[in-house]
Antibody, heavy 120, light 107 residues
Framework: QLQLHESGPGLVKPSETLSLTCTVS??????????WGWIRQPPGKGLEWIGN???????FYNPSLKSRVTISVDTSKSQFSLKLSSVTAADTAVYYC????????????WGQGTLVTVSS | SYVLTQPPSVSVAPGQTARITCGGN??????VHWYQKKPGQAPVLVVY???DRPSGIPERFSGSISENTATLTISRVEAGDEADYYC??????????FGGGTKLTVL
């Protein structure tokens, strides 16, 4: 069974770039069977999809975040990453990495989540 | 953009049946997925593709769909079912979309 684990700074300054990494175990990050994605939950609010990456290199981003988001994969480390630029306090959230099976659009596996606070 | 509408809260007594709805334009033409989210924990997929259950999810959790409403039904509700529940779809214009979430309270 796939396992995912997020890592990265818990505090980011306004206007800087948030960078998180998700390490995958129990399956191949190069597999055609999976999409890799990021979702976040601001304090007291609901889940918000950020973006997904497919092994072919295709990326899909939330239109509201598209200008600031980049998702990439490092197959040698079995990791995929999220970069969110020009952050503000509104980007404070718990960030989750998650996996979809290709052919379905549901997130089957999730990391435990990591809280990122944007503050000076 | 595509919008999914959920009631903010649903309350039910233990042993009873909880029904959580998710409304969206022509949602019956989409595949709807449901997640359980407890405080401090990662979301858990409880129903996918309208009515299928992932391995390990009790049969008490079921899903159904009509033209404009999807429903998550939890039978014989237990105290441990108290959580926020989110519906989610994929839309060709909006990509992956979550509903606003419903807080299930077990009385």
């Amino acid at each position: 069974q796939l396992q995912l684990h997020e890592s990265g700074p818990g505090l980011v300054k306004p206007s800087e770039t948030l960078s998180l990494t998700c390490t995958v175990s129990g399956g191949s990050i190069s597999s055609s069977s999976y999409y890799w994605g990021w979702i976040r939950q601001p304090p007291g609010k609901g889940l918000e999809w950020i973006g997904n990456f497919f092994y072919t290199g295709s990326t899909f981003y939330n239109p509201s975040l598209k200008s600031r988001v980049t998702i990439s994969v490092d197959t040698s480390k079995s990791q995929f990453s999220l970069k969110l630029s020009s952050v503000t306090a509104a980007d404070t959230a718990v960030y989750y990495c998650a996996t979809l099976y290709s052919g379905t659009y549901a997130f089957f596996y999730w990391g435990q989540g990591t809280l990122v606070t944007v503050s000076s | 953009s595509y919008v999914l509408t959920q009631p903010p809260s649903v309350s039910v007594a233990p042993g009873q049946t909880a029904r959580i709805t998710c409304g969206g334009n022509n949602i019956g033409s989409k595949s709807v997925h449901w997640y359980q989210k407890k405080p401090g924990q990662a979301p858990v997929l409880v129903v996918y593709d309208d009515s299928d259950r992932p391995s390990g999810i009790p049969e008490r959790f079921s899903g159904s769909i009509s033209e404009n409403t999807a429903t998550l039904t939890i039978s014989r509700v237990e105290a441990g079912d108290e959580a926020d529940y989110y519906c989610q779809v994929w839309d060709s214009n909006s990509d992956w979309v979550f509903g606003g979430g419903t807080k299930l309270t077990v009385l």
